[in-house]
């Protein structure tokens, strides 16, 4: 129960002439919180539905375990669903909601109170089940759809942007709440958001999609520290992405020009894989903004500050460097907050740097 792995395998899906998604491949472990994340219209929906059985791919197999279920109907597969809207019976009771899945089941009154109220008390609604649907809170409506979802004992659930509809504070209580569950039940969720701090909060794994193609899939420390490409750097957090060409190879450093008379040596290790390392070659540097130090170094850089931002945390500087403009996030640590027009000398860590490839 409540564990199997996903698979897929060069999934395609066109509707008539236009691209769903295109040759995804992807192995989702069994117990894994795994995310689809990306911008509207990426393709995250798409996927999901496939692998809930409500469309079927156009190319490419899906299997849970070994077995293969791309031909499976949705009602074949104990899949576990909450969509963003909910999709509850509004003027039926919590435990009519809850009870659907299993009465469409056929099981007996008596299995059927005991589950309904084992799922009520894993999501925390203990003594609401005559409560209507019109009568809940939105974070509480959100709590009778996961329950819903759970309590048929899914093999995978699938979680389509739950979190959307509900204010900023709650989206984070009950974003802690769903993780947790997950972690106790250890069952293999799919999660789809466009939210990057949703994303890496909560996922073991993420696939970052744009235009219905893989860009990465990996942790969320891969992901945010080691980019693959333009798109991920920029999607995942913020980040200074500058151009340049590569000046020198050493054995373990590379140097790079970025106009200006500013060049930048950084780590040769920080490269992302499919980057062809050759001197001329032109490359992107991804810089976070939290790295960049205040003071002197080995890559030193002198700017002006354009505009201060103080967060309380952080200090957040955009300071004008040549023709470029630089994200700088200080922390906090007691000084004073430079003004428009002031100097400011930086320093960015070679370990810092990490270089991509141009192209994407
Ligand atoms: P959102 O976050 O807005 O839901 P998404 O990443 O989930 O976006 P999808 O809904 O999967 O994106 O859409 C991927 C692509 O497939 C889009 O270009 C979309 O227009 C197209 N598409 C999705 N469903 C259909 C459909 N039923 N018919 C035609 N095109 C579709």
Do not use: W
């Not at 393709?43 to 849970?64: D, Q, S």
């Not at 659907?100 to 589950?115: A, C, D, H, N, P």
């Not at 590379?254 to 060049?263: E, F, K, L, R």
């Amino acid at each position: 129960m409540y564990m199997k792995s996903v698979t897929l395998d060069g999934i395609t899906k066109m509707f008539g002439n236009a691209k769903g998604v295109e040759d995804i491949n992807v192995h989702i472990n069994s117990g894994e919180f795994f995310t689809f994340l990306g911008p509207s219209g990426c393709g995250k929906t798409t996927t999901l539905r496939m692998i809930a059985g409500f469309y079927f791919p156009t190319e490419g197999e899906i299997y849970f375990d070994q077995e293969d279920v791309t031909a499976l109907k949705a009602n074949k597969r104990n899949i576990g669903m909450v969509f963003q809207n909910y999709a509850l019976f509004p003027h039926m009771t919590v435990f009519e909601n809850i009870a659907f899945g299993l009465q469409v089941r056929k099981l007996s009154k008596e299995v059927i109170k005991e589950k309904v109220q084992k799922a009520q008390s894993f999501v925390h609604l203990e003594g609401y089940e005559s409560r209507k649907i019109t009568e809940l809170s939105g974070g509480q409506q959100q709590r009778v759809a996961l329950a819903r979802a759970l309590v048929i004992e899914p093999d995978i659930l699938l979680l389509d942007e739950p979190l959307s509809n509900l204010d900023a504070k709650l989206r984070e209580e009950t974003r802690v709440e769903i993780k947790r569950l997950q972690v106790e039940l250890g069952i293999t969720t799919i999660y789809v958001t466009h939210d990057q701090h949703e994303a890496m909060a909560m996922s073991d794994r993420i696939m970052v999609m744009s235009q219905g193609e893989i860009q990465q899939i990996g942790t969320p420390q891969e992901i945010y520290n080691k980019p693959l490409n333009h798109f991920v750097a920029s999607f995942i957090g913020e980040s200074n992405i500058l151009e340049g060409e590569i000046k020198e190879i050493t054995d373990e450093h590379i140097v790079v020009d970025t106009g200006d008379n500013t060049q930048f040596k950084g780590l040769k290790e920080n490269c992302s894989p499919n980057l062809e390392l050759e001197e001329g070659k032109n490359v992107l540097l991804s810089i976070r903004p939290e790295i960049i130090e205040e003071g002197e170094g080995p890559n030193s850089i002198q700017g002006q500050v354009q505009l201060s931002e103080f967060s309380g945390v952080s200090i957040n500087y955009i300071v004008k460097v040549g023709n470029k403009e630089i994200n700088v996030m200080i922390v906090n640590s007691g000084s004073d907050v430079l003004k428009r027009g002031d100097s400011i000398k930086l320093n960015i860590p070679e370990s810092g740097i990490y270089f991509m490839d141009d192209r994407g």
